[in-house]
């Protein structure tokens, strides 16, 4: 039998798909726009492979879930969307100290507080920055496509996996809610039996996880080699797209949907003269610092522009790889609205104008 | 690993207890007097005699037994305060087979996670869960508990507990004997040698009732905290044999053990490929007859189509066609709906990109190629969209003829009336894209294009109404009408 790999969804729905094919064996969540579509796939599918669905009673209840599935070597994932995940930070702080996989989605919407359900990318903060308490690093890709939507959700279990680290997969709720045609990959075969496992004895001794180290030295050590892996990580898995970047003037910096708006308001840019690019990252934690260092070092660049949908929250990170060496801008939109191709430009072009002074 | 011990040690305990820090080795942390060493030595003597340490997953909670795992050889996790009935469903669904223990104080199950705890039982978890009550915060230094009784003084309480502000102790058996799922609910005391053997009966029924996966089990402890409650051994037996024993009486709530049959594991996980994919993609149709449009001029460039009118009318089933279409013509396609309360009734639109490259924002705010017009106020609203060259599509029964400009061109199609002719009002979707397929060949499509449009929409059409063959005919014979009302 022949099967039709490609399909019409929603970002949503792709990403549900991607975790099956990487071989997740359970999800829990509970239900919030502009994520609910993933709760939706996943009550539908994962039954009909003899997966687990639960609808937990919370937000809390479902990181906890999470927690109590990878510990016993599952595959597992939840998703939210940003008050949700304000809930999970807790469970994410002890999946950092268990040091053990977990996969979230986070599926961004306005806020603070109840704010909307329009799109926003202000979860960057607490999703990128750790969130709960502790000093600790979670993978955070961001999809800006439906393909990558699933893609992203692969490349998080296995991520994940290989550093013993939370992957997020945050895309904001335009991304969530778009349909896109998408080529399905074909399932993961390969065997998780995690050897840390609950349930697994080791020497005649069962397997414990926990976060508790009593001793100060005890618990600096911990934090210690969690920090060391973290700068392994981002030494090794920085990951970003670069678009017309070589004798770029300008660089607009822009992941999730801006990195699509960010890439037309380049063209048209080019168009009227403008010398611009796009830099565009897959993940925003490891931040790709050393693209941009290199964008510095090649000199062509006068600023930077970063192009988020909140009231600047990765241009922080931009601001610190590129150590005060280039101006940097903001062109932001908040409450839900999409920046236009046409503002985007208009942006720029002040941004150049007073650079010619 | 099953053994009887009636001395010495249960092998369900390490010896010693090699994971305590410090040089303490052969006893448990716990103060003088506490009953959580008598609890632990119940709970490790019953999984000892069932056969099941292997397989046992015992929870650590926040609080004096945080460190459970420094004395029972079995797989342990210390969990977020209060999640342990959460975290015990995930270790349970995830794998089955495990025979999962809850094992949590007062302030961790009947305060901060009383959420989780009343949420697993009344799902009926396949878990059993130890509850010991001692009506304090003894781990923190002897706070008010939910189970503190009324007067009772503790250091947040140092005037005594007060029911007017603080309300009355929790009675958690008789709240968790409200929901239909709990399979067994006993409470019980370590306060005499009877009262301990009747203790390790109920810790044994709950390990067994776990061992044959019949659900939920609660064993509520009330258990000695001398040093917190300032008592010797003695005062503390009587106060909980007297004072708590009013608010918490002891023996039986509910006992479906023997009535609930064993549970059986659920069907194994399907991982092989073949079948993963037989469940989740669908099969290729033998005969497909949409075309690779990709190599046609064009979608060259992106093709940008937005659909406007009220909830209900189809606006976003009609993009999901269009969408679908070029999908199975091999195009990169993007659907956007505007999204919010405003989908449930008020106006509705969506955004469509077709084209053969990648396509940059999936938003349709400039430059649209063709504009569906359902109602006035969606045309009113978008028709600054509509591209210099760009063609407006309109229903003719919902507004007046719109004036446009030069270059621009509009087209006003009754696809009600077409859809109610073939018998579906439903089917005024598949009329528009009828209507589209004549006029898009009139401006810019060639024979070929518009041969592979048809046979898209066939396809597409088919794929979304095969289990419904009178819905499919219906639709079929709409899209024929709206491309013969577009000739006229």
Redo the contacts between chains.
């Keep these: 039998?022949?099967?039709?790999?490609?399909?019409?969804l929603k970002g949503n729905e792709a990403a549900v798909?991607g975790a099956?094919?990487a071989?997740c064996?359970?999800y829990?969540g509970y239900p919030i726009?502009?994520a609910s579509e993933i709760a939706q796939a996943a009550a539908l599918?994962f039954p009909?492979?003899?997966?687990?669905f639960?609808q937990?009673?919370?937000e809390?209840?479902?990181i906890?879930?999470?927690?109590?599935?990878?510990?016993?070597?599952?595959r597992?994932m939840t998703a939210s969307s940003g008050l949700g995940i304000s809930l999970k930070q807790?469970?994410v702080s002890?999946l950092a100290g268990?040091e053990i996989p977990a996969v979230i989605l986070d599926i961004t919407r306005g806020g603070p507080g109840l704010g909307?359900?329009?799109p926003e990318q202000a979860d960057y903060f607490q999703v990128v920055k750790g969130g709960g308490h502790g000093s600790y690093c979670n993978f955070v890709f961001t999809p800006n496509s439906?393909q990558e939507m699933c893609d992203m959700t692969v490349e998080a279990f296995r991520i994940s996996e290989k550093y013993r680290m939370t992957a997020y997969v945050m895309a904001d709720?335009?991304i969530g809610?778009?349909?896109?045609?998408v080529e399905?990959p074909?399932?993961a075969?390969d065997v998780y039996d995690p050897e840390w496992k609950?349930?697994?004895?080791v020497d005649?001794?069962?397997?414990?996880?926990?976060?508790?180290y009593?001793?100060h030295d005890?618990l600096e050590a911990h934090n210690e080699k969690l920090q060391r892996k973290y700068r392994e990580v981002e030494a090794k898995e920085q990951s970003c797209e670069t678009y017309r970047t070589d004798d770029a003037e300008l660089v607009i910096v822009a992941y999730g949907?801006c990195s699509?708006?960010g890439?037309?308001a380049v063209?048209q840019l080019r168009a009227e003269g403008i010398k611009a690019g796009l830099l565009r990252p897959r993940l925003v934690w490891p931040f790709p610092v050393d693209a941009l260092r290199k964008i510095v070092s090649d000199g062509n660049a006068k600023a930077l522009m970063s192009l988020e949908m909140s009231a600047g929250q990765m241009i922080e990170d931009i601001k610190l790889a590129v150590e005060c060496k280039l101006p940097v801008f903001l062109c932001n939109r908040m409450g839900g609205n999409?920046p236009?191709?046409?503002e985007v430009c208009a942006a720029a072009k002040k941004i150049m104008k007073e650079l010619s002074k | 690993m099953s053994d009887k011990v009636k001395f010495g040690r249960s092998k369900v305990f390490f010896d010693p207890f090699e994971r305590r820090p410090g040089p303490i080795k052969k006893n448990m942390h716990y103060c003088p007097g506490c009953g959580h060493g008598i609890l632990h030595k119940l709970i490790a003597e019953a999984v000892g005699e069932s056969g099941i340490q292997d397989k046992t997953i015992i929870i650590s909670p926040v609080g004096c037994s945080v460190f459970v795992y420094y004395y029972f050889n079995m797989g342990s996790i210390s969990v977020p305060h209060g999640r342990a009935p959460a975290v015990a469903t995930g270790a349970s669904r995830a794998n089955p087979e495990n025979f999962v223990i809850s094992y949590q104080g007062d302030g961790d199950l009947a305060a901060i996670g009383f959420n989780e705890f009343i949420q697993a039982a009344n799902r009926g978890e396949k878990i059993s869960v130890f509850f010991v009550n001692n009506s304090n915060y003894g781990m923190t230094g002897g706070q008010m508990a939910p189970t503190t009784l009324p007067g009772q003084i503790t250091t947040t309480s140092p005037y005594g507990r007060n029911p007017e502000t603080d309300g009355f102790p929790t009675k958690v058996c008789e709240i968790i004997n409200q929901l239909e799922a709990p399979v067994y609910i006993e409470r019980v005391a370590l306060t005499s040698t009877a009262n301990i053997l009747k203790a390790k009966k109920a810790v044994a029924k709950a390990i067994e009732n776990l061992r044959e996966r019949k659900g939920f089990s609660l064993v509520e402890v009330l258990s000695p905290c001398p040093i917190n409650l300032k008592m010797s051994a003695d005062q503390v037996n009587k106060f909980i044999d007297e004072k708590m024993t009013q608010f918490f009486p002891l023996g039986c709530i509910r006992d479906r053990s023997a009535a609930t049959p064993a549970g059986n594991l659920p069907p194994a996980i399907i991982r092989d490929p073949e079948a993963v994919k037989s469940m989740l993609l669908p099969g290729v149709s033998e005969n497909s007859g949409a075309a690779d449009a990709s190599k046609f001029e064009i979608f060259q460039k992106e093709r940008r189509v937005k659909i406007c009118g009220f909830g209900g009318q189809g606006v976003l089933s009609l993009g999901l066609n269009l969408a679908n279409m070029g999908r199975l013509s091999k195009l990169n396609v993007s659907w956007m709906p505007s999204y919010g309360p405003e989908q449930r009734g008020g106006a509705a639109s969506c955004a469509v990109i077709v084209s053969s490259g990648a396509i940059s924002s999936p938003m349709v705010d400039r430059d649209c190629d063709l504009l569906v017009a359902m109602t006035q106020t969606g045309l009113n609203k978008f028709r600054h969209v509509l591209g210099k060259n760009g063609i407006l599509v309109y229903d003719r029964s919902a507004m007046k003829p719109p004036v446009v400009e030069a270059t621009q061109k509009v087209f006003g199609l009754d696809a009600l009336a077409i859809a109610n002719s073939v018998g579906n009002p439903k089917c005024a979707n598949s009329a528009i894209i009828g209507a589209l397929s004549k006029i898009l060949r009139e401006n810019g499509f060639s024979e070929a294009e518009e041969q592979a449009f048809d046979a898209a929409y066939q396809d597409a059409i088919t794929e979304n109404f095969a289990a419904k063959p009178a819905v499919l005919k219906q639709n079929l014979e709409a899209f024929a009408a709206g491309k013969k009302a577009a000739l006229a």
Excluded: W
């Design positions: 039998m022949k099967y039709n790999h490609r399909l019409l798909y099956l094919l071989g064996d359970c829990f726009t502009p599918l009909k492979l003899n997966r687990t639960v937990a009673e919370s809390i209840g479902a906890n879930m999470v927690i109590g599935a990878s510990s016993v070597g599952h597992c807790e469970g002890y268990y909307n359900i329009g439906v709720g335009v809610q778009m349909m896109e045609s399905l074909e399932p075969t609950l349930g697994r004895y005649g001794k069962a397997n414990i996880i926990t976060s508790l009593m001793e005890d949907i699509r708006i890439r037309g063209d999409v236009g191709g046409d």
